[in-house]
């Protein structure tokens, strides 16, 4: 897949940015050799192949990731911020239906 000036500028519209003719051929440039890039990591053949679930298993059959504590290091404040809130109710802020 390749895109044309066109594309480029059509993106560069729906994007809001404004981009001369030289700044689109640049980026006509940058997009297709990524569109390149990918056609080339897909035309590799991947059969038989096991994903991997971190790039250090590849090394290590027996990876176990560190993982920190799941320990609270912040105090609950809910109720100093509902305190001036004009309506709460079991810990949920209480607004006026607007939809009928």
């Known amino acids: 897949m390749s895109l044309a000036l066109s594309d480029v500028k ?3 519209i729906l994007s809001r940015l404004e981009l001369d ?3 689109a051929a640049q980026t006509l440039d ?6 390149a890039l990918a056609e080339q990591m897909q035309a590799v ?9 971190h790039p250090i298993a590849m090394l290590s059959d027996d990876l176990t ?9 912040e105090h609950n404040h809910r109720v100093d911020y509902q305190q001036p809130a004009p309506a709460t109710q079991d810990g949920l802020y209480l607004v006026p239906k607007v939809i009928e």
């Open 10 to 12: 059509h993106l560069a």
């Open 21 to 23: 003719d030289d700044q």
């Open 30 to 35: 940058k997009l297709n050799s990524i569109f």
């Open 45 to 53: 053949d991947t059969t038989g192949i096991d994903p991997l679930s």
């Open 65 to 73: 990731l560190r993982l920190r504590e799941d320990i609270v290091t």
